[in-house]
């Protein structure tokens, strides 16, 4: 049997790996994990398990990193394994197998075409004419085509969680990830789905699993590792209603663990927003990505009104399950005033939380080619550290240090808007240091004390701040609408 050793750089559970791990393995094949830390342990590990594959599990902006690995593999001199980066990375920028550290990719689903890559390693043949792999062969690339999209995985194995068993950080955390659905209907610009569509003109139509077999994973795990916190990975759970409420019925009578999904705001009615209540919905993200309606829609193509966001936020706190927005700041052609209209439009919508990241134009990606072509950035090429600064992207932005110095702002600003004006003056600053470390506060007070059920820690925040009573509700939310206006 042959065997595989997967490299991922986030110390986290990752579906897509431990699916093409769960696969591999009901074929008859060997499967291990490193997560990148000390270079000797790399090479102690792999002198040790003597793999046939490395596997390099890579999103775009952490393709250096992977790459210095990939560097060492190919510095063996005895038993040195075949180099293949998978992921989203190499699926949209596939030039990455050009570099020398990089024997092949595999370019979408790994699932099926990393199992015939170790069959014929087993048997011996030529690695030649594999459906989404690309190899490079003889200083020569050979471009294979992309094999029938599977979206039906009710058959295959569940995700192999086993995979993580000497990482205890991953084995042991409370939150297990989860998926329904790997297919989205939808075209956002700042996403690759439409790429994706473009590489699979013939797929069949999308499909949730069926939610006997969902509940069914769930129950395995929670019977064999420490469960506390169900988080569904889909982008859109709420997609189809009448999958939905069937999946509900059934989580709400086997499960009943706490749980947390993303929502798209116009197919949120009441019906789904209690059903979602009573089956223990612990926490929600919705996409609002801008507060500008015009761009979301004509140039994000995300199709959705302002109103979609408040009634659904105004359902959301009725029902009282917590939410979250999460927003890009520095888009194309953004200037400061737009950046604070999606801070506008998060106060009115009230969230618990509010994730505002600044914009990075990923390679493959409509809105990545737009900035390009509009010469808003010189390279499609990113570094990728965290999505709250623009340091790694040579972004060309009139406003660019005020938007990234509201960026370290906006989530406390919505919990307490009138800040809103000292904000104004502060942003005009260089960044700082110490402005990073107000958004580091504002995520643990606002995002990690709530989510992890730590409510007694930031009761009364408002009037902590700012001196207000309860009783004084009416006068402080009229001083706000001041503020805003």
Known sequence: ?????????????????????????SQGHETGVFIPGQEHEFL?????????????????????KLLRFARMVRGMRAHRPLVIFGGP??????EIVEHPAVDMICRGQGEIPMAELLNRIDRREPLKGIQNLWIKRNGRIEKNSQGMLITDFDDFPFPDRELYRDHKIIANNPTKHFITLRECPFDCTFCFNHAWKDMHVNRPRYRNRCPEKVIEEIKAVQARYPTKIILFWDGTFNLNKKWLMSFLEYYRREVRLPFRCS??????????????????????KLGVETGN???????????????????????LRKWRIPFSTSNLLGLPGENLEMALETLRL???????????????????????????????????????????????ISLNLKDKDKIENLQKFFALVTQIPILL????????????????????????????CRSANFPGLIPGMKEFFLGFGFHRKKAYNKLVKNTLD
């Open 263 to 284: 929502l798209r705001a116009d197919l949120a009615d009441e019906e789904t927003i209690v059903a979602l209540k009573e089956g223990n919905c612990s926490w929600v």
């Open 44 to 64: 102690g590990l792999l002198n040790k398990e003597h793999p046939d594959v490395v596997g390099f599990a890579c999103s775009t902006g952490l393709e250096e």
């Open 346 to 392: 998060n106060v009115r919508l009230k969230p618990s939380y509010t994730f505002a990241y600044t914009f990075l134009p990923y390679p493959g990606t409509q809105l990545g080619q737009y900035a390009l072509d509009e010469g808003y950035i010189k390279t499609p090429r990113i570094r990728y550290e965290y999505a709250d600064s623009f340091t790694g």
């Open 293 to 315: 309606q015009a761009y979301r829609n004509d140039v994000l193509k995300k199709r959705l009104t302002d109103e979609a966001f408040i009634k659904t936020s105004a359902l």
């Open 1 to 25: 049997m042959a065997k595989v050793l997967f490299v991922q750089h986030d110390l986290m559970e990752m579906l897509g790996v431990m699916s093409v791990s769960s696969y591999l393995k």
């Open 89 to 94: 990375h190499p699926t949209f920028y596939p």
């Open 421 to 448: 004006p000292l904000v104004r003056l502060l942003i005009k600053l260089p960044p700082n240091r110490y402005f990073v470390f107000v958004e580091r506060i504002s995520r643990f007070l606002f995002f990690w």
